[in-house]
């Protein structure tokens, strides 16, 4: 059986050529602002110090724990991270109605939060025991 031959959507090569250059550039710009300190700001968004680079290491215990802390560094300074952050919650919340957080259920208008803080270990909290009785 011979397959057809596949058209491709945009026909104009000019448009094609536009849509390859964007995808080029959103995959750079996180890279041009990490290297421009763009969108790095976690102190002002998050309120929390970022984490700081992590030294070269020198013992074998250093060495085990420095790729943990360069990813911490890594994700802290990230190039455009408080708006990509912001769009992808935007995205989740608005565009896919579900939450950011496993612990936050949002049906419509209402939404129910879990503090899993102060429960017992092995403890079930309203949510699950709702939602555990509705599917049998």
């Given at each position: 059986m011979n397959a057809a031959p596949q058209m491709?959507?945009?026909?104009?090569?000019?448009?094609?050529?536009?849509?390859?250059?964007?995808?080029?550039?959103?995959?750079?710009?996180?890279?041009?602002?990490?290297?421009?300190?763009?969108g790095?700001?976690?102190?002002?968004?998050?309120?929390?110090?970022?984490?700081?680079?992590?030294?070269?290491?020198q013992t074998a215990a250093n060495w085990v724990a420095w790729?943990?802390?360069?990813?911490?560094?890594?994700?802290?300074?990230?190039?455009?991270?408080?708006p990509l952050v912001l769009a992808n919650n935007a995205i989740r919340v608005r565009i896919l109605k579900t939450s950011t957080?496993?612990?936050?259920?949002?049906?419509?208008?209402f939404t129910l939060a879990s503090d899993r803080s102060n429960r017992p270990a092995g403890s079930t909290s309203f949510l699950q025991r709702s939602l555990i009785a509705g599917s049998t």
């Open positions: 491709p959507l945009v026909r104009d090569p000019l448009v094609q050529r536009i849509c390859v250059g964007l995808f080029i550039l959103l995959m750079m710009l996180p890279g041009i602002g990490q290297i421009t300190g763009i790095c700001n976690v102190k002002a968004f998050e309120m929390r110090e970022p984490h700081v680079l992590p030294g070269w290491p790729p943990g802390k360069f990813e911490a560094w890594l994700k802290d300074h990230f190039g455009f991270r408080n957080s496993s612990s936050v259920a949002m049906a419509g208008f």
